[in-house]
T-cell receptor
Framework: DAGVIQSPRHEVTEMGQEVTLRCKPI?????LFWYRQTMMRGLELLIY????????DSGMPEDRFSAKMPNASFSTLKIQPSEPRDSAVYFC?????????FGPGTRLTVL | QKEVEQDPGPLSVPEGAIVSLNCTYS??????FMWYRQYSRKGPELLMY????GNKEDGRFTAQVDKSSKYISLFIRDSQPSDSATYLC????????????FGQGTRLTINP
């Protein structure tokens, strides 16, 4: 299995632009998680889905952030409009039981 | 108070040393404890998983849980340069990969 796939791996954009991060979970996994990692705040859970349904989005920082999972093999995290404080590494993870498998991350820089 | 506290380090030790990494947590409802390893510019990967007090060994790695003190540890014996990474503790209230709470992560460097 290819593992969790994220794209793009790097994204540099200007403040105010829309950013869309993409994730393909491991086939057969029914849970999907979006995390954000920064030096200051560490690894923070933004939102997670079970069977494509959002279960807990309490970690989403504000309305500028939205996430969707239209089917079992694809999810997006969108930031609109983006701000410099959104600069971070965004990870997607998927799981079927006890173990979360992380993707390689998307390094986002907002200028 | 954060739910999980972990010293971010950095921690630097010579090759072959025994390394001790630690986390404390505040809520006794947490029952499941994990250690993840994250290499530079990679995603975290699960290293150890335990749900009971006591020790669990896997090769050179030992995870220790003391629920009475709300304290978890990861020991690395005969440390190698390839162990250089950031180590994150993670805890959960219920079994199953639901809402994990991660520590800040400790950056470890093993010097040859």
């Amino acid at each position: 299995d290819a593992g969790v796939i994220q794209s793009p791996r790097h994204e540099v954009t200007e403040m105010g632009q829309e950013v869309t991060l993409r994730c393909k979970p491991i086939s057969g996994h029914n849970s999907l998680f979006w995390y954000r990692q920064t030096m200051m705040r560490g690894l923070e859970l933004l939102i997670y889905f079970n069977n494509n349904v959002p279960i807990d989005d309490s970690g989403m920082p504000e309305d500028r952030f939205s996430a969707k999972m239209p089917n079992a093999s694809f999810s997006t995290l969108k930031i609109q409009p983006s701000e410099p404080r959104d600069s971070a590494v965004y990870f997607c993870a998927s799981s079927s039981r006890d173990t979360q498998y992380f993707g390689p991350g998307t390094r986002l820089t907002v200028l | 108070q954060k739910e999980v506290e972990q010293d971010p380090g950095p921690l630097s030790v010579p090759e072959g040393a025994i390394v001790s990494l630690n986390c404390t947590y505040s809520n006794s409802a947490f029952q499941y404890f994990m250690w993840y390893r994250q290499y530079s510019r990679k995603g975290p990967e699960l290293l150890m998983y335990t749900y009971s007090s006591g020790n669990k060994e896997d090769g050179r790695f030992t995870a220790q849980v003391d629920k009475s003190s709300k304290y978890i540890s990861l020991f690395i014996r005969d440390s190698q340069p390839s162990d250089s990474a950031t180590y994150l503790c993670a805890i959960n209230r219920i079994q199953g990969a639901q809402k994990l709470v991660f520590g800040q992560g400790t950056r470890l460097t093993i010097n040859p």
